[in-house]
């Protein structure tokens, strides 16, 4: 005989891959969440060098009038 499929295999089945899904899903979210922090969080340190830069640059050249 054949292998014959019922209805609740065919809906297990069907639910685990949904599961996969979603869990699939989930980490990819929380990569991509991830993803954007760090990339804030390098934007905020690079304006913060800059300011500095920039401070240093304002001090030097008001010395050098003085």
């Known amino acids: 005989m054949k292998d014959e499929k019922y209805p609740i295999d065919e809906e ?3 639910k685990k891959r949904l599961k996969r899904r979603r869990i699939e ?3 990819y ?3 991509q969440k991830e ?3 760090r990339i804030q969080k390098d934007k905020i340190i690079d304006e913060e060098e ?3 830069k920039e401070q240093e640059e304002e001090n030097e050249y008001k010395e050098g009038k003085e």
């Open 12 to 14: 297990e089945s069907r």
């Open 25 to 27: 899903r989930e980490k």
């Open 29 to 31: 979210e929380e990569t």
């Open 50 to 52: 800059y300011e500095e």
């Open 35 to 37: 993803e954007k922090k």
